[in-house]
């Protein structure tokens, strides 16, 4: 039975869907320094190119990530203390608010950096030193490779620091064990949202080929498919295979199962038919015919997301 007022349940479920373009953008500065990496083996010109598009694709859909922290708690303010009265004697530096307040600190430091990388690249890109060149010369892409990994860095603290106890550690917790806890979690977090950070560098991809502004010939558009369907495709691998672990182990054994192993197992089938697509876009090689995959992994990603509260309104 529903015990939340549907304006929460509402919120939650379109949170939930909007959390995946949160995390794709907290994942894809990664993908641009290691983008700008690849460019040392004769790709520069493409990896100039790729890393830009996926720097403005992540500026924008970082946004999501204070307006997710914002309207989080929010709501639960408004669920708790009602409309009227959710912020009497609220303020976001007491230490119930810090865990929020200073994920959308670092939510917005990620997006300056990124802000920052733009404006580098761009001075870079007037001065045609990378353009049209095989492969990187000395101190072209130090600055730009920093400023990705200092946005991913504060991409990930935004992920650590709502998990983060500032108003005490919990009872019988030291802090190694905190700090053990949130990372480990938020590590694993973290790698998983390489799957939409691949899924939306692809369809970013498909949308310019499309229109014919990407520029690109049928041999780059290969490399930068097979790139991004890469990363799309090994994010959700870990923990699939953990899950499903899981899932099976408790079938297999002996006894009666536990209330909600059929629903877990449903719940991964969209995630692994997901892989599925990406796998088959990263093997095959006519990306502009296969570029449906794409749409139809990231249509199954959303179904994931949307899974618990499906279930919770056909019950």
Known sequence: MQTIPFWLFCWQWIAAVLTLGASAASAMPVIIALTLAAGRRGNAGLSALGARTLARCAAA??????????GGV????????????MLDGISPWMPAMLPYSTAVIAWIAGIACLLGYLVVDKAAAQSHSPAGQNRWQPGQIGLRVGLALLAALCFFVAQV??????????????????????????????????????????????LKSGSGSAGLSAEDEQRAARWCALWAMVG???RCIDRWGLVLGLYLRPGPLPQ???DQALGLVPTTIA?????????????????????????????????????TLSR
């Open 61 to 70: 859909l970082a946004l999501l990530g204070p307006l997710l922290a914002t």
């Open 74 to 85: 929010l709501a639960l303010l408004a669920s708790l203390r009602g409309q009227e009265h």
């Open 161 to 206: 620091l709502p998990n983060w106890p500032f108003s005490g550690l919990p009872q019988g917790l030291t802090m190694s064990d905190v700090v053990l806890v949130v990372l480990s979690t938020t590590v694993h977090d973290y790698f998983t949202a390489f799957a939409p950070a691949g899924s939306v560098a692809l369809l970013v991809l498909a």
């Open 236 to 238: 959700f691998i870990p």
């Open 260 to 262: 909600g192993v059929a």
């Open 275 to 311: 892989i599925a697509c990406w796998v088959a876009l990263f093997v095959l090689r006519a990306p502009r015919k296969l570029y449906w995959l794409n749409l139809l992994g990231a249509a199954l990603l959303v179904l994931g997301a949307s899974y618990p509260f499906l279930v």
